[in-house]
């Protein structure tokens, strides 16, 4: 059987650096992680999920793996974003 599997775009920030905790990049915001979560949406092409009213997190990932498809993926593999 051939593997599938798919890169994600990388997310840089304004540096280039890729995020992550290694780079010092910001937590996510346990007592408010809506905004942070509607970011990762954006990120990911799913901006019509990001604009969503809803009051909970689980909420607004239910939507989003609903909408989500390759398609709304950005085509770059490096992607800077103000997370």
């Given at each position: 059987m051939?593997?599938?599997?798919?890169?994600?775009?990388?997310?840089?920030?304004?540096?280039?650096?890729?995020?992550?905790?290694?780079?010092?990049?910001?937590?996510?915001d346990n007592?408010?992680?809506?905004?942070?979560?509607?970011?990762?949406?954006?990120?990911?092409?799913?901006?019509?999920?990001?604009?969503?009213?809803?009051a909970?997190?689980?909420?607004?990932?239910?939507?989003?793996?609903?909408?989500?498809?390759?398609?709304?993926?950005?085509?770059?593999t490096?992607?800077?974003?103000?997370?």
């Amino acid at each position: 059987m051939i593997p599938q599997y798919l890169h994600l775009p990388l997310a840089l920030n304004a540096e280039g650096q890729k995020l992550s905790k290694q780079n010092r990049a910001p937590a996510i915001d346990n007592q408010a992680p809506l905004p942070a979560l509607r970011a990762a949406m954006r990120f990911l092409g799913l901006h019509t999920v990001a604009e969503e009213k809803v009051a909970t997190p689980t909420e607004l990932l239910n939507l989003a793996v609903n909408t989500w498809s390759l398609t709304h993926l950005p085509k770059q593999t490096e992607v800077t974003t103000a997370f």
